[in-house]
């Protein structure tokens, strides 16, 4: 399968929110199962964990067809014992991000967006992250994204320490340029299923 990307005349965030989403949706199950596994592959071929002591992973949403960092967060626990994961929960009097280290799938429940999230756990220090795995919808060559809108991880992204590694993750090929506002935080890098993005 070939995926193109498509250049779109200037259109609002929340008209690429509606035309990502639905290609995501549009993918069978066959093209999702193999996309997630391209993007595993180019994680590990691609991202250093060396010096990475704590790494926040975003749950998936599978009804939204959210690539599935389960494969990623499963060879982690195994072979990088060095590597503490973190997860996020939404805490909705704050309209902000929690984050726990991440224990086991007893430590999980699932909340009305149908996302997996932790119910309890040890929270996790924004500044003590050294890398975060951002969710998107798409993004662009420069390090801009569009998510779902919330403006949950611009708000998280902002407490990390300044060198912190923020990593988009997405089955398709970046824009040129997208829309964006001042307080959007920019990614220092993206994967997509064929190629590693490092944006400076």
């Known amino acids: ?61 599978i009804s939204k067809k959210e690539p599935d960092t389960w494969l990623i967060l499963d060879r982690i626990r195994r072979e990088y014992p060095h590597v503490r994961i973190s997860i996020p929960r939404v805490d909705n009097q704050k309209n902000e991000l929690e984050n726990f280290y991440f224990e086991g799938l007893h430590q999980l429940k699932t909340n009305e967006w149908g996302i997996q999230e932790p119910k309890q756990g040890i929270p996790t220090e924004p500044e003590k992250i050294d890398m975060v795995l951002v969710p998107l919808l798409t993004f662009d060559k420069q390090g801009h994204r569009i998510g779902y809108g919330k403006g949950y991880y611009d708000r998280f992204l902002k407490m990390c320490k300044p060198g912190t590694q923020k990593i988009g993750i997405s089955f398709f090929d970046p824009e040129e340029k997208l829309p964006s506002e001042e307080y959007d935080v920019k990614l220092n890098a993206a994967i997509t299923p064929a190629q590693f993005y490092s944006i400076n």
């Not at 929110?17 to 590990?44: C, D, G, H, V």
């Open 1 to 61: 399968m070939i995926l193109v990307s498509t250049c779109f005349p200037i259109m609002t965030k929340q008209e690429l929110r509606k035309i990502y989403l639905a290609k995501r949706l549009a993918l069978s199950e066959a093209e999702y199962s193999q996309l997630n596994f391209q993007l595993y592959q180019n994680f590990f071929s691609n991202v250093d964990l060396s010096f990475i002591k704590v790494l926040h992973i975003f749950l998936p949403i």
